[in-house]
Structures are given as structure tokens and as C-alpha cells.
């Protein structure tokens, strides 16, 4: 059940935030009878308010207190005072505390205190009952990390992420399911993390930085009318989302001492990007930085280091519930432009005997799969473990396979189908049908070298170079390419010839 239990402490977070702005009416009575309403989901014990004050077209409730608690985490935020402002115009202006506390403790004895922090905020509320619009916009927004501890050790932290010129528009529709969508920029984000462990006198932590360009877009369907003290049963029924985020450059400095030992450097990303969409049934995942820069010194090092990549991503397809067909899943990987400081290289070819070619690695699979078990219920996924392996393979497709590096260069594609009743041919594994090609560039040049820096045994070469000849035909200078196929009757063919 630990997988869950992240699912459990977001969950609740998220509705806990959300919560008060569900469907409303373009009135001060209604939007507090709604925040009511949904914060009732949580029992008696969801919310509690110190008085409500009615002064014209102008409500205010004091002391708000909000709790979430779902036996594994329990969240209390201290609201303060919420005034609800009708404008003549039929909207309704909500002002919320410039700043409140938030605490959140586990069963394992954790708790962190955060604080809420804004400044210049306007929310204003329009549309009907059915579907409402929020109009959010702050000068600054943020949160702060004032303390963690575990039982009876205190971690000393100041860690503060805050947006800045923050914009955007939320909106609500739907009783039972929810249909909501947001859509949110910020001209920077602030980022400062400084901590001291107590472990070791002296050691600490520190990381700043900045991002430009932040943008946030989702669209949810959440099923309110669920118990949220088990909110894993809201993603086995109707729970979706699909959503992302992306920021332009980004610069970090950081400063570590951990036992005594001090490393130091610099992170910059020119710019990066998330999207992501889930279902009961499915889930999707891509991601993608450009412009990487790392550099660090110290704690160890001999010298200082630099690498960079011009891209870095992982892209996930995959099913989550039981199929009644093959379902499609996809594994994505691109490292492209990996580059080291002459430094590194020293160390790795000290007599700069291989070309120091930025490295690059891409891999692009898909396939279909028959997937026996939901993955997203707890029952079904604790059995698991229990019973034989819950997917079988069905297919599978090596759109893009390239591995650039010292010189030399491998390209590779292909595709199989698999045959699950047929698991006596490749004993203990279903059989598979199909073929890829794959194309060798300077593979003996590298070889060559290799074997002249003394890192290949020139046995092991020799072999290399045989198995080679025996799987590849030449095509060009120092090119070769195989063609590797299985048949329909199991038959292992590599360039026309049967080798199995």
C-alpha cells in the first residue's frame, strides 16, 4: 500500500485547495454556502469558523480552519478571515489572508509547517451556478518551508519557491463530476532552499536560482461525491486528467558541505517542459529539457567538472486497466549532445586518442500489450505479487534506436509480433515474428583505438570483429549493416542466412 500513499497525501491536498472554489452562485451567501457544502466531504471536522458577519452586499468569515485527514496524512491549514464581496456586477470578489499556515503531519511522526504568502492578489468570481470562472492575478505568490521534523529531530530549513506577476484563469463546472480547467503564467519563479542537517555540526545545504517564463495548463475530471479518506478509489473510477507545464531559462547556483566535504557549482536550462494525461485506463508522460549546462568543484572532486546536453527526455506510454485487446504502451529516451570538459576526457582518454564527439543516445519503442489486472486498485494490485505476471507482450516496434560516441555510430529499427501460445519454441518465451535492421559506423576505427589505449584485449578484439563478419555484411568504408529475422516457423535469419 505504500504506492498509494502519495496518491492519498496529494489527493487530499489538491481537494483541500480546490475544495472552495467548486460551484458556486455569483453571490456572497452562495460561494461560502458552496466552500461549505464541499468541505463537508471531509465530516464534521472538515472546516471550522470562528463567525460569519453579513455587512451589506459584504460577508465575512473568521478564523477558517480547514483539515484533511486520511488516516496516513493530516493537513490543517489556518485560513483566517475569507471575505466574500459582491461587486454590483454580478460578480463576486474573494479575498483570502495575505498570508496563513499550513501543517502537515504523518503517522510516521513527520510534520512541516509551510506558510502561504501573497501579496497584490485579486480573485474575482462570474458566471452561474453551473459553471463558474475564476480571474486570479498577484503581484507574488508563494510558499515557505519553515521547519521539518521526524519525532525529536528538527530539521533547521528555509526553503521558499514564490511566482512572480502571477496570471491566470480557473474555471468550475459539473455536481457530482467536476469539470475543471485551469490555465496559469508567471513571469519568474524565485527558488531558495537552505537547510541544516543535523546530523553532522557545520554541513548544510543551499540552492537558489530563478525561472522564467512559467505556464501551467490541466483539465480534470475529479468525482467529488467520493470519500476522499480513500481517494485511490477516485482514480479506478472516473478521476482524468490532462495537463503540463513548461519555463524558459533557468539558473541555479548550489552550495553543499556534507561531512566536512564542500561542493559547489552552477545548474542553467535554457528552457523545459512536462505533459502529462491519466486515466483509469491509461497514462501518458512526456518531458524534455534543452540547454543544459552543469558545472561543480569541490566535495572530492579532483577538478572541476562541466557537462551539458543539448536535449534530455523520457517519454512513458503505458495501460493501467485490464484490456480486453492489446492495449498500446511506448518508452521514449532522448540524450542528445552529452558533452564533458577536457578534464573529464583526461581521465577517460588520457593520450586524446578517441575524437571527443558530443555523445548521443535516442531510443523510441512502442508496442501492444494485453494487461490482466488494474493497476490503479489497491486489491487487484497487491495480488499481484502473488500470481504470475499480469501483462503479456503482444507486439513491439523499434521505431528509432541511435547510439553516437568516440567516433563511431549505431542505428537500428524493426518490429515483431509475438506469439503467446507458442511458448515452446524459444522455451519460456513466447514466440516472436518479425525483423530489424540495424546500420555500424566506425566500429573498427574504435576498435582500432581501443585497442591501442589498451582498454581491448587484442583477443577480444579479434572476436569482436569475427561475430561481426558473421552477423554483418560490409556496405561502405568501415559501415556494415544486419538484418536479423525470425519466421513464422521460429527460424533465426541474419542477412539471408539461417542461423538457428
Known amino acids: 500500500m505504500t504506492r498509494f500513499t502519495t496518491l492519498r497525501s496529494t489527493a487530499c491536498a489538491i481537494a483541500l485547495l480546490t475544495a472552495g472554489t467548486a460551484q458556486a452562485d455569483v453571490t456572497a451567501a452562495d460561494v461560502w454556502a458552496d466552500w461549505q457544502e464541499n468541505l463537508a466531504m471531509y465530516g464534521e471536522d472538515g472546516i471550522s469558523i470562528g463567525g460569519e458577519i453579513t455587512d451589506g452586499d459584504t460577508l465575512t468569515v473568521s478564523n477558517i480552519v480547514l483539515t484533511a485527514d486520511d488516516d496516513v496524512s493530516k ?35 513527520g510534520v512541516m509547517t509551510m506558510t502561504v504568502q501573497q501579496s497584490g492578489a485579486k480573485l474575482i468570481v462570474s458566471g452561474t451556478s453551473d459553471a463558474l470562472t475564476y480571474t486570479a492575478s498577484a503581484d507574488k505568490y508563494g510558499i515557505v518551508v519553515d521547519q521539518i521534523s521526524d519525532w525529536d529531530t528538527t530539521v533547521k530549513a528555509d526553503i521558499r519557491l514564490t511566482a512572480n506577476d502571477l496570471s491566470g484563469v480557473y474555471t468550475s463546472a459539473g455536481t457530482e463530476m467536476r469539470e475543471l480547467m485551469y490555465d496559469v503564467q508567471a513571469a519568474s519563479m524565485d527558488v531558495l532552499v537552505d537547510v541544516i542537517p543535523p546530523e553532522t555540526a557545520g554541513d548544510y545545504i543551499t540552492l537558489s536560482g530563478k525561472l522564467d517564463g512559467m505556464s501551467a495548463q490541466a483539465a480534470m475530471t475529479l468525482p467529488w461525491s467520493e470519500d476522499l479518506k480513500s481517494p485511490e478509489d ?27 566535504e ?18 483509469n485506463t491509461a497514462m501518458h508522460y512526456d518531458s524534455l529539457s534543452q540547454g543544459i549546462a552543469v558545472s561543480a568543484n569541490g566535495g572530492g572532486l579532483p577538478f572541476p567538472i562541466e557537462f551539458g546536453m543539448a536535449e534530455y527526455g523520457i517519454g512513458i506510454d503505458m495501460p493501467l486497466s485490464k484490456t480486453e485487446e492489446p492495449a498500446d504502451f511506448g518508452l521514449r529516451v532522448n540524450l542528445t549532445g552529452l558533452t564533458m570538459n577536457d578534464m573529464i576526457w583526461m581521465i577517460l582518454d ?25 493497476l490503479l486498485d489497491p486489491e487487484q494490485a497487491e495480488a499481484m505479487a502473488e500470481n504470475a505476471v499480469p501483462v503479456e507482450l503482444n507486439a513491439l516496434t523499434l521505431n528509432t534506436m541511435k547510439l553516437s560516441a568516440a567516433g563511431a555510430e549505431v542505428n537500428g529499427a524493426g518490429a515483431f509480433t509475438f506469439d503467446n501460445t507458442d511458448t515452446s519454441t524459444f522455451e519460456g518465451y513466447p514466440r516472436p515474428e518479425g525483423d530489424v535492421t540495424m546500420n555500424i559506423k566506425g566500429a573498427n576505427a574504435l ?8 582498454l581491448l584485449p587484442e583477443d577480444q578484439a579479434m572476436m569482436g570483429r569475427m561475430m561481426m563478419g558473421m552477423f554483418a555484411r560490409t556496405v561502405g568504408d568501415d559501415e556494415l549493416t544486419s538484418k536479423i529475422e525470425i519466421n513464422k516457423e521460429g527460424h533465426v535469419i541474419a542477412n539471408g542466412q539461417r542461423i538457428q
Open 75 to 109: 493537513i490543517t491549514a489556518n485560513m483566517g478571515d475569507l471575505v466574500f464581496t459582491e461587486m454590483g456586477d454580478g460578480t463576486v470578489s474573494v479575498t483570502v489572508a495575505d498570508t496563513f499556515p499550513i501543517v502537515i503531519e504523518n503517522t510516521d511522526g
Open 234 to 260: 477516485m482514480f479506478v473510477e472516473d478521476f482524468a486528467i490532462d495537463g503540463g507545464y513548461s519555463f524558459g531559462q533557468s539558473n541555479f547556483i548550489f552550495d553543499v558541505k556534507s561531512e566536512g
Open 262 to 279: 564542500q561542493t559547489s557549482g552552477t545548474i542553467s536550462i535554457a528552457n523545459g517542459s512536462l505533459k502529462g494525461k491519466m486515466d
Open 350 to 374: 588520457p593520450n586524446s586518442a578517441l575524437p571527443h564527439d558530443p555523445l548521443t543516445f535516442l531510443v523510441d519503442l512502442s508496442g501492444k500489450a494485453s494487461l490482466f489486472v488494474d
Open 447 to 454: 576498435i582500432d583505438k581501443l585497442v591501442a589505449m589498451g
